[in-house]
């Protein structure tokens, strides 16, 4: 019974290494007021006062993007190499195991 609950520990402890965590506050408290930055004479469309003739930026297709739309076509698992995936589900599978016949 005992080892049921090291096993069950450890899953918890693999789950809880992947959970996402509030970051740490700071100890020191800021007492420094911020202004925002400002870039003078930048010409930028999505400014509100930017008053200057909007443009669209075309550009030919990449390697990358060919790349990028191939994957998604293939719901992105296809970089993943097969021994790691057949590791990973080994393992998981003989957790499962020992937790299930203890």
Do not use: C, N, Q
Not at 3 to 17: H, N, P, T, Y
Not at 53 to 64: H, R, V
Request: aromatic share 10%; charged share 20%.
């Amino acid at each position: 019974m005992g080892f049921r609950f090291v096993v069950l520990g450890a899953l918890l402890a693999m789950a809880s290494a992947f959970s996402p965590t509030t970051p740490a506050r700071s100890v020191v408290p800021s007492s420094r007021v911020s202004t925002p930055i400002v870039m003078a004479g930048w010409k930028d469309p999505y400014m509100d006062k930017f008053t200057g003739k909007k443009e669209t930026l075309k550009t030919a297709k990449t390697d990358f993007d060919l790349e990028m739309e191939r994957t998604a076509k293939l719901g992105g698992l296809d970089s993943v190499p097969l021994p790691f995936t057949v590791t990973t589900v080994a393992i998981v599978a003989y957790f499962v195991y020992l937790v299930v016949s203890a």
